[in-house]
């Protein structure tokens, strides 16, 4: 099984900077690692395929990198709506895994 | 507009059973993979099982094996999730998703429900 470790487990961040989430694989998983928000009493939503592709309608201050084992999730500039849990997600491998998530508060 | 609505959910004893259901409209549900993922109390994510379109690959996570089957009839754009021997450590909030049209074997959860809630306690 492919074990997904996120870093920080939360993240206090001030409105208008970068919040920078980290998330590593316990082997590689090339490009087919997902990032996904979910603020509090709602359904995950997808933010970011391929690991660096955007989904529909989400915002550019959203940008995912890297590939293989080491991934990173940036808000350029954070807004109070993106306060949430922020999942990483490797599709390479079954069973597919989640990281333990990363909490984004506002500072 | 994709929407999925999850049903079934509820209150059952441990050892019962229970069959989830997720309607799906919007889009053509047979040609999609589909997927169930679940939530405990206060937890993070954790995936339980994947079905292609065509019902041809099925799988599931170790927690759920041999207790859990995953069905669809895309005649009635409907994802099934048979729980049986239910535990206390099942009781979570239960997404189904829609997987994306990538590749068979490889793809993301492009679309959520809004979950259902199964507690198992007696």
């Known amino acids: 099984e492919v074990v997904v470790t996120q870093s920080p487990a939360s993240l206090s961040v001030s409105p208008g900077e970068r919040a920078t989430l980290s998330c590593r694989a316990s082997?590689?998983?090339?490009?087919?690692l997902a990032w996904y928000q979910q603020k509090a009493g709602q359904a995950p939503r997808l933010l970011i395929y391929g690991a660096s592709t955007r989904a529909t309608g989400v915002p550019a201050r959203f940008s995912g990198s890297g590939s293989g084992r080491e991934f990173t999730l940036t808000i350029s500039s954070l807004q109070s709506e993106d306060i949430g849990i922020y999942y990483c997600q490797q599709y390479n491998n079954w069973p597919r895994t989640f990281g333990q998530g990363t909490r984004v508060e506002i500072k | 507009e994709v929407l999925l609505v999850e049903s079934g959910g509820g209150l059952v004893k441990p050892g019962g059973s229970l069959r989830l259901s997720c309607a799906a409209s919007g889009f053509n549900f047979g040609v999609y993979p589909m997927t169930w993922v679940r939530q405990a109390p206060g937890r993070g994510l954790e995936w339980i099982s994947s079905?292609?379109?065509?019902?041809?690959?099925?799988h599931y996570a170790e927690s759920v094996k041999g207790r859990f089957t995953i069905s669809r009839d895309n005649a009635k754009n409907s994802l099934f999730l048979q729980m049986n021997g239910l535990r206390g450590d099942d009781t979570a909030v239960y997404f189904c998703?829609?997987?994306?049209?990538?590749?068979?074997?490889?793809?993301?959860?492009?679309?959520w429900g809004q979950g259902d809630l199964v507690t198992v306690s007696s």
């Open positions: 079905i292609t379109w065509n019902s041809t690959y099925i």
């Open positions: 082997q590689s998983v090339n490009s087919n």
């Open positions: 998703a829609r997987g994306s049209l990538t590749t068979v074997i490889r793809y993301y959860f492009d679309h």
